[in-house]
């Protein structure tokens, strides 16, 4: 397993912060190893996240092993729903 959370690091957005801040605060919390890339550091983790998730897609973008898993938006339902390790294809 090698999940990435893509995020960027530039952002005047505070909603786009607290986003990739629950997202690894989740994952801390429930001991799931994850790597952060961050978008506005490098152009690859960039180039990778729109390859993963489409070229319309922000930041904060999860996928595992390459196959996407979703955005915040999906990560968070997948907490509410108790279905995280479906979510990030865990199990």
Known sequence: MSLTVYVSSVSSSTELKKHQQKITMVLG???????????????D?????????GADSHPPQIVNDG??????FAF?????????????RLS
């Open 76 to 88: 968070d339902e997948a907490v509410e729903s108790e279905t995280l390790n479906e979510f990030l």
């Open 67 to 72: 196959i996407y898993c979703g955005d915040f």
């Open 45 to 53: 983790a960039k180039r990778e996240m729109k390859n993963a998730a």
């Open 29 to 43: 919390g429930k001991k799931i190893p994850y790597t952060i890339a961050d978008i506005a550091s490098s152009e």
